[in-house]
Structure formats: C-alpha cells, structure tokens
C-alpha cells in the first residue's frame, strides 16, 4: 500500500526556516517524479516543487514564488523527500502535501503539514 | 504562470448532470495531454479523479468523466450524489521550470 507521510510542519516566524519531511512506503521512490502541493486556508491548490525521478535526471525544479528560498531534496535510501524552507513569510502559511506524481496527475497524496508563518 | 480559469460554483439536483469547465492557454492545456481533475471535501485531502485528459484511477466511478478541446478541458459528474458536493480543481503541465499549474476551483453543490 503506498503512503507518503509528512512532518516538520510548525508556527514559526516570518524570516525563518523550517524542514518538511515526507515518508514515503510501499512503492520505489526513484522511479517517480514527487511534488510538494500547498494550500493557504481557504484558498487552492498551488504547486510549489518537484523532484524528477532517476530516468530523468534526478533534477529539480520549483515554483517562481518560492524559488531561492524553497529546496526540495530526495533521499531514497531512507526513503523520504524533503522541502527545506528558508526566509518564510506570512504568505507561506498553507497546509503543504508530499505528492506521488503520475503521468501528471499526483495519486497518492500524503495528510498534510500545516505551516504558519507568523509576522 | 497564472492559475487556469474555472467557474466559481456549479450546482445540480440528484441524478443530474453538472460539467465544470478549466480555461487556460497554449503553452499549458492548449500545448499537452496532461489534465489532471481532483475532488476535495471540506477539511479533507484532494483525491484524483481524471489524469491524461480523459483517464480514471482505478476506483474511481465512471460517473467521472473529462474532455478537452483547445485550451479548455471540462470534467462532468453524472448522476450526482450528495457525496459529489465538494471542490473540484482541474490542473495542467505546464512544462519547462512550471511543472504544473492548477486551476482556481468549483464548488459543486448538489441541490
């Protein structure tokens, strides 16, 4: 059974840092493309990160709001994605889901983090 | 990269049928086959229902149906249920350092 499981999500304040993790179960993490997808209250979805799989390199990229200060890191030997990030502001405070990316639609979605940036 | 267009809201008595329609341009739905469309029920995690235009993960009842023409895709829910009264955001791949851009949400209200 996949499952993706996040944590990390914290109050924090607005300039500083904070690491999201999302554990990944039941499938081979490299052969696919994974996201982080986030949701301000009230509001929509917004992609915010992707990370390529293996086939394709291995490469990253990330939304124009949050590129320079968001990171999005791969480790599948324990399995895990991560979004590390830097210089937060108020306008970052969404719930923030780890995503299986498929085909362009994302499958399995984890539970979601919340994040509150205070100013 | 600006968010797809979609309708506010949509509504529809049971048994009915509703089309919700996601609007956006040439370089993302115009350019690809990758349209994907989720349902989200209030305080609930986004569940996919269409992927590759036209395509259903398994599971998911094939009541659910999308299309695309042009720049704009559209999902339609036949005989609504009570169950099916949520959000609904469409998404497209957009390409090159945008992966993926959704659309601004429906909320679909069964009468």
């Known amino acids: 059974e996949v499952q993706l499981v996040e944590s990390g999500g914290a109050f924090v304040q607005a300039g500083g840092s904070l690491k999201l993790s999302c554990a990944a179960s039941g499938f081979t993490l490299s052969r696919f493309y994974m996201d982080w997808v986030r949701q301000a209250p009230g509001k929509g979805l917004e992609w915010v990160a992707l990370f390529r799989n293996i086939e394709d390199g291995s490469t990253t990229e990330h939304a124009a709001s949050v590129k320079g200060r968001f990171f999005i890191s791969k480790d599948d030997s324990k399995n895990s994605v991560y979004l590390q990030m830097n210089s937060l502001k108020t306008e970052d405070t969404a719930v923030y889901y780890c995503?299986?990316?498929?085909?362009?639609?994302?499958?399995?979605w984890g539970q979601g983090s919340l994040v509150t940036v205070s100013s | 990269q600006s968010a797809l267009t979609q309708p506010p809201s949509a509504s529809g008595s049971p048994g009915q049928s509703v089309t919700i329609s996601c609007t956006g341009t040439?370089?993302?739905?115009?350019?690809?086959?990758?349209v994907s469309w989720y349902q989200q029920h209030p305080g609930k995690v986004p569940k996919l229902l269409i992927y590759e235009v036209t395509k259903r993960p398994s599971g998911v009842p094939d009541r659910f149906s999308a299309s695309k023409s042009g720049n704009t895709a559209s999902l339609t829910v036949s005989g609504l249920q009570a169950d099916d009264e949520a959000d609904y955001y469409c998404?497209?791949?957009?390409?090159?350092?945008?992966?993926?851009?959704f659309g601004t949400g429906t909320k679909v209200t069964v009468l």
């Open positions: 995503v299986r990316e498929y085909w362009g639609g994302f499958d399995y």
């Open positions: 040439s370089s993302d739905i115009g350019a690809y086959n990758f």
């Open positions: 998404s497209s791949y957009v390409g090159g350092m945008t992966s993926i851009v």
